[in-house]
């Protein structure tokens, strides 16, 4: 029996009685919902890649379990971290100086396969690394642009019928492949908009959005997580526009291109493939 003793820590009961306690990050208690998650671990990712960081949201576990229930239901991290990246596009005075573009591989008996390729579904892609290409990258993948939500889900729709099924005794419609998607965030700061854009960011991250009001009818615990987390995410803003303004000061006047992926991972079943008699 598993019990969740507290937001980091598990206690593990074996069928002898023996008890252990394991430590993580956070726990949630099955009684979270898939906004709770998106609140704490969804937001702040969507965060860090404005700011211009790296981020990845990686679902692990065995079959059935729900990996692609909190990924991509109706209310799922895809949905809410997405939206939450575009109206924040949208709220931005310079908007227009963003690009969006995702690819949607699979990985399948330990082969890449471009899932959004228009012809070349069936070629292997090969991993390469280049400093100039930000470090390891997949060789001739397709990239894709999207300017807004329903032009991501339309794309990872189309690429989730590419993807290798199989019947398992564990889950009839069982991916039997991992499913990546890489949307890159890039941005262009400089030029006659440096400044403008530049006061903007910075008021940006003196705000909350409003965390004590939304908060209000959750209870204490929820709540001052809640808090903590808009903290976080203010400091985060405050030091990426630190570090923004730097690069502008360093180019007198030129511009600055900001990149950075936000990397969406769905295992497939944890589980050996035997047990779950998959052909």
Same mark, same amino acid.
């Given at each position: 029996a598993i019990e969740?003793?507290?937001?980091?820590?598990?206690?593990?009961?074996?069928?002898?009685?023996?008890c252990a306690s394991y430590g993580f990050d956070r726990v949630f208690p099955t009684t979270a919902t898939n906004a709770n998650l998106f609140e704490e671990v969804g937001r702040p990712l969507v965060t860090s890649v404005l700011c211009g960081? @790296? /981020?990845t949201l990686m679902a692990y576990g065995q079959t059935g379990s729900g990996k692609t229930h909190?990924?991509?239901s109706g209310d799922g991290l895809i949905n809410q971290m997405l939206g939450h990246l575009y109206r924040s596009i949208d709220e931005d005075a310079a908007a227009e100086f963003y690009r969006v573009t995702i690819s949607y591989v699979q990985v399948y008996n330990e082969r890449v396969y471009d899932l959004l390729h228009p012809t070349e579904t069936e070629r292997a892609l090969p991993l390469r690394e280049s400093m100039a290409q930000g470090g390891v990258y997949l060789e001739g993948v397709s990239e894709h642009r999207a300017t807004s939500l329903p032009d991501v889900l339309d794309l990872l729709a189309?690429?989730?019928t590419r993807l290798h099924f199989a019947e398992t005794r564990m889950n009839? @419609? /069982?991916?039997?492949?991992?499913?990546?998607?890489v949307i890159k965030v890039e941005r262009t700061v400089g030029g006659p908009v440096a400044a403008e854009l530049s006061s903007v960011l910075a008021a940006d991250s003196q705000r909350t959005d409003g965390i004590e009001g939304l908060r209000a009818g959750e209870d204490g615990a929820a709540h001052m997580a809640a808090v903590e987390a808009a903290s976080d995410e203010a400091d985060e803003r405050a030091a990426a526009q630190?570090?923004?303004?730097?690069a502008l000061d360093a180019t007198s006047g030129g511009e600055v291109?900001?990149?950075a992926r936000l990397t969406l991972v769905d295992l497939a079943g944890s589980e050996r493939v035997k047990r779950t008699g998959a052909s």
């Open positions: 969740c003793v507290d937001r980091d820590e598990i206690s593990v009961t074996d069928e002898r009685g023996k960081y @790296h /981020s909190s990924l991509a189309f690429g989730r009839r @419609h /069982s991916s039997r492949s991992h499913a990546v998607c630190l570090a923004l303004s730097h291109a900001v990149s």
